[in-house]
């Protein structure tokens, strides 16, 4: 037992193929046939229980859910919750189920790309002019974050700091809906969270940012500019982790997250694959040259990481190069 250690561990949705099973099975009168761990398997809070027991964590165990922002949400309760002094380590991300029972959701609102079924591999597009909807991901993403005593003192391999962070929502008011965010809430986000990391928008080398493949990549740019004052070839380099692994939902977050601590880590910013052809409301923001589409190494000093979810709510996260 570590009562020094937790985790704030996200999902979208859970066990979406076990209530369908245990759907059919309770038709037909058969609750013996459901098993023991049906509600373990379908209860949101099952993923930080399941992981609260393998490890034996004794501070706080929660999971997390606030869609597209699920990931980036729980690294910031879990780094507030150490900057707190109220837990050492905290082991923090996020997963997202997959199959037709989630997607297909997202397809009957058309927001998923339609045009690639023969050719998957190029159907994820951000920031391209022939982007046409998201290509469906899934996966977990997860980070353990802890002091700098607590990590020292047992020889951790350190791979970023996080400098700090914010979380808002637009309020679905003024252009923010269920499915679009408010600008004005987005822009607010990312300057809060360069002013609780104590830098300045000047700092920030690269930007890891949320962009879907969908019609809502120009506005995520705008934003950033307007949030940065910066543009053109003064705006940082810009890459979409979702060119090559699709929109994981839930679990984009932390998985992107853990994208951006392997570039500082490591000195280099991935590519943007399938964006041959910049949007031009993206080229007339930015210069080409800050998206880059072949892996770049180049010294890095600061990350940004951004997620813009469903229900208008937003999350941006600073790191460091340690």
Not at 140 to 163: D, M, P, Q
Not at 200 to 223: F, Y
Not at 255 to 272: G, W
Not at 295 to 308: M, P, Q, R, V
């Amino acid at each position: 037992m570590d009562f020094d250690s937790g985790t704030v561990f996200g999902t979208g949705t859970s066990g979406v193929e076990k209530f369908r099973e245990a759907i059919y099975k309770l038709d037909e009168g058969e609750v013996k046939r459901l098993g023991s761990t049906v509600v373990v398997q379908t209860m949101a809070s099952g993923i930080s229980a399941f992981l609260g027991g393998i490890l034996g964590l004794g501070n706080q165990v929660t999971t997390n859910s606030s869609a597209c922002t699920t990931g980036t949400e729980a690294i910031l309760m879990g780094y507030e919750r150490i900057k707190n002094g109220q837990a050492k380590r905290m082991l923090v991300g996020s997963c997202s189920d997959d199959g037709p029972y989630i997607w297909g959701g997202f397809d009957a609102m058309r927001v998923m790309t339609y045009k690639h079924n023969e050719s998957p591999e190029e159907g994820s597009r951000p920031m391209s002019a022939s982007a046409s909807g998201f290509v469906p991901g899934s996966g977990a993403g997860a980070l353990v974050l802890e002091s700098l005593e607590s990590a020292l003192k047992r020889n951790a391999t350190i791979y970023a700091e996080v400098l700090g962070g914010n979380i808002n929502s637009g309020g679905q008011r003024n252009g923010g809906t269920m499915t679009a965010p408010n600008a004005e809430a987005v822009q607010r986000c990312i300057i809060d969270a360069i002013k609780n990391s104590g830098i300045s928008a000047n700092d920030i080398d690269t930007i890891n940012g949320h962009l879907t493949a969908t019609s809502k990549d120009s506005l995520e740019i705008e934003n950033w500019t307007k949030a940065l004052n910066r543009k053109g070839t003064n705006f940082p380099y810009i890459n979409s982790l979702k060119s090559m692994v699709g929109h994981c939902l839930a679990a984009a977050g932390s998985i992107e997250s853990v994208a951006t601590v392997l570039q500082l880590q490591k000195q280099f910013v991935f590519p943007n694959i399938n964006c041959e052809d910049i949007h031009p409301e993206i080229s007339a923001l930015i210069s080409k040259e800050k998206i880059p589409k072949n892996l770049l190494k180049i010294e890095l000093n600061i990350a940004a990481k951004a997620s813009f979810g469903f229900g208008d709510v937003n999350g941006c996260i600073i790191f460091k190069r340690y």
